[in-house]
């Protein structure tokens, strides 16, 4: 197998926090220093994975010797940062939309490159390309019922009033359907979740993209109570971000050892029963919790 690509399907919402503020939250999610999307660091996925895999040799060449015999050698298996590929948004038809954009399928494209694996399909965007415009498969479900008997076709995401530009360009509808389609192969390993992903899958400007990861997290208040008096304690009040459940990352995985007898990967991790796994802050209050899909087969023991 060799190298291999990551998929982490959210099951319920992630908090993987940067323990500071300087805004009104004060407990955000990570973000990337470029793009400001939210990703988990590579990190959070090797600590997890270390700790539900099956130990051993073949662990300890994987993940490297416990912390206190760290210098004896490192491990083989390259944990890099998952980054965000598509996140849920609130849709007024179809109740959520998987979106996505042209620059995290690029990086997608650079990550299977990287991996040597095939990437996503190549496609072209429109001269008309704005930010208000949204790509969707021909079976989506995201337009409204009254716009459905009408002719002006509108897709509303979250407060967003977007623009649909599939119904009159049949090839770029081909090569959009091919995206969704090479996506929720690799997620997805049942018909029903494929199609479910289908008819909600989006691909929106970058700047759409940026904003709707921006104004789209959960941003829940959370108190602690004085057990005596029943009420707030003081300064106990606080807020806390986390990224949407469905949303899905994608991560590198590279194999820096390379032996083909004994490939660490096909041999050992993906037959190491490691998902549903909890990654992030707040395990206690259900954050964290997603399926991890390997190469198109989900992280659990071979079932």
């Known amino acids: ?27 955000p999610v990570a973000r990337e220093k470029v793009t400001g999307w939210p990703y988990i ?13 099956e130990k051993g040799d073949k662990h300890k060449r994987a993940f ?19 980054r965000l590929l598509c996140f849920p948004v609130r849709s007024f038809s179809g109740t959520f939309a998987w979106v996505t954009c042209p620059s995290a399928i690029t990086r997608l494209s650079r990550d299977c490159a990287a991996a040597g694996l095939d990437g996503p399909p190549p496609f072209t965007l429109p001269e008309n390309w704005e930010f208000a415009s949204v790509i969707t498969t021909p079976q989506t479900a995201l337009r409204t019922q009254r716009q459905k008997n009408g002719n002006d076709v509108r897709i509303i995401l979250e407060e967003y ?49 940026s904003t709707l990861t921006e104004t789209a997290t959960e941003v829940v208040a959370r108190i602690a109570l004085d057990e005596r008096k029943k009420v707030v304690k003081q300064g ?7 990224v949407p459940a469905e949303a899905i990352f994608v ?36 954050r964290g919790l997603v399926r991890i899909v390997l190469n198109g087969s989900e992280l659990n023991g071979g079932q």
């Open 251 to 286: 991560s590198p995985l590279i194999n820096a050892e390379r032996n083909p007898e004994d490939d660490l990967i096909a041999d050992y991790l993906v037959k190491q029963r490691l998902s549903p796994v909890q990654i992030g802050g707040n395990a206690s209050v259900g």
């Open 1 to 27: 197998m060799g190298n291999a690509i990551i998929f982490f399907h959210a099951l319920t919402p992630i908090h993987t926090g940067t323990g500071q503020a300087v805004d009104v939250i004060d407990l």
């Open 64 to 82: 490297g010797p416990e912390t206190e015999n760290a210098k004896e050698s490192a491990g083989n298996l390259l944990f890099c940062d998952a």
């Open 236 to 242: 106990a009040l606080w807020y806390e971000e986390a």
């Open 161 to 209: 009033d977007l623009t649909p530009l599939e119904y009159d360009l049949t090839p770029l509808e081909e090569n959009i359907s091919k995206l969704a389609d090479f996506i929720a192969g690799k997620v997805f390993s049942d018909s029903a979740s494929r199609e479910h992903f289908l008819k909600r899958f989006a691909l929106v400007h970058d700047d759409m993209f």
């Open 41 to 53: 660091p590579g990190s959070s996925i090797k600590g997890v994975l270390r700790d539900a895999a």
